[in-house]
C-alpha cells in the first residue's frame, strides 16, 4: 500500500502550521516537545508516534486521515486554518524595524571595524545579516527588526539608505569611495560612539562573536558563503527572507546547541 513519505508529512505540517499562525516554538510547546523536535519532523527526519500524530492533527484542525491522505491539496491548509478562524489568535511573525537600535549596533560595528579596511558596504550588510538572524535563531526574538531581501549578492537589509542618509546629515558617520584591492569601495567611518545602554548583554554577545568570525572575510568570500545560509537558500529572488527559516539551519551556520534534543530525535 502506497504512502506518503516523512518529507512529505513533515512539509504538510510546515504547511498547516503557518497557514494556522503558530511559530515552530508555539507549536512544539503544545505538543510538549522542543523545538528542535519539532524542526526535525517538518524536516522528515524525525518519526512520530501515533500519539504525536493525533496531537498535531488536533492542534491544527485537519484529520488524521485527510493529513496522511495521498489526494492532499494546498485547499487542506485553507480549510484547517479557517476551521477555527475566529476564536484562533494569529501571530504577527513580520518584524517591526527598531531605528534607534539599528543605529546603535551600526554604530557599534563600524566601532569595532574601524581599523580594517576591508569592511565596506558589502561586508558590513553581512555583518547585520548574520548579526539578526543569529540572534533570531537562538532567542527566537527580533535584534534590529530589519527585513532582508534574497538579492544576487547575497541578503541586504531594506531602509538601510534612509537610515544611513540620516546618520550622515546628523554627523553619525561619513561616507567614503575608495578602492580596496583595486575594486571600487564604499565605506563609513562612525562619528559619534554608540549608546550602549541600549544594547543587552546578549545582544552585545552576538554582535562580537558575529565580528571576531567574519569581518576579516573579504566581500566576496562572506557573499559566497551567506549565500548557502539556509534562509538565503529557501528564499525566491527578491522576497523578503523569513527569519523562521534560521531554524532550519545545519553546521556550520547554526548557532544554536541542540545537545538537550538529542535524545527527543
Not at 513519505?5 to 510546515?14: A, P, W
Not at 517538518?42 to 504525536?52: P, Y
Not at 544594547?199 to 548557502?228: C, F, G, N, P, R
Request: net charge negative.
Amino acid at each position: 500500500m502506497k504512502t506518503i513519505t516523512r518529507k512529505e508529512l513533515g512539509g504538510r505540517i510546515s504547511e498547516l502550521r503557518k497557514g494556522k499562525g503558530y511559530s515552530q516554538g508555539e507549536l512544539a510547546k503544545l505538543l510538549e516537545i522542543s523545538r528542535p523536535s519539532f524542526t526535525q519532523i517538518e524536516l522528515g527526519n524525525r518519526n512520530l508516534s501515533v500519539i504525536e500524530l493525533k496531537k498535531i492533527a488536533d492542534n491544527l484542525s485537519i484529520s488524521i486521515d485527510r493529513l496522511l491522505s495521498l489526494d492532499y491539496t494546498t485547499e487542506d491548509v485553507i480549510l484547517a486554518a479557517t476551521d477555527d478562524i475566529d476564536s484562533q489568535e494569529f501571530r504577527i511573525s513580520i518584524p517591526k524595524l527598531k531605528i534607534d537600535k539599528f543605529k546603535d549596533i551600526l554604530l557599534y560595528i563600524l566601532e569595532k571595524c574601524a581599523g580594517k579596511p576591508n569592511v565596506g558596504e558589502t561586508l558590513l550588510y553581512k555583518l547585520l545579516y548574520f548579526s539578526d538572524f543569529n540572534y533570531y535563531e537562538i532567542y527566537e526574538e527580533h535584534l534590529t527588526g530589519a527585513e532582508y531581501r534574497k538579492l544576487p549578492f547575497g541578503p541586504v537589509p531594506q531602509k538601510l539608505d534612509s537610515i544611513i542618509k540620516q546618520m550622515i546629515e546628523s554627523k553619525m558617520i561619513e561616507r567614503f569611495k575608495t578602492e580596496y584591492h583595486g575594486y571600487p569601495q564604499t565605506r563609513y567611518i562612525p562619528l559619534t560612539k554608540p549608546n550602549l545602554r541600549n544594547l543587552k548583554a546578549s545582544e552585545k554577545d552576538i554582535l562580537d562573536k558575529v565580528i571576531e568570525q567574519y569581518s576579516d572575510w573579504s566581500a566576496s568570500a562572506i557573499s559566497d558563503y551567506s549565500h548557502k545560509d539556509m534562509p538565503w537558500l529557501a528564499s525566491k529572488d527578491g522576497e523578503v527572507i523569513d527569519y523562521e527559516l534560521a531554524f532550519y539551519r545545519e553546521h556550520p551556520y547554526s548557532v544554536r546547541t541542540y545537545d538537550d534534543d538529542i535524545n527527543a530525535l
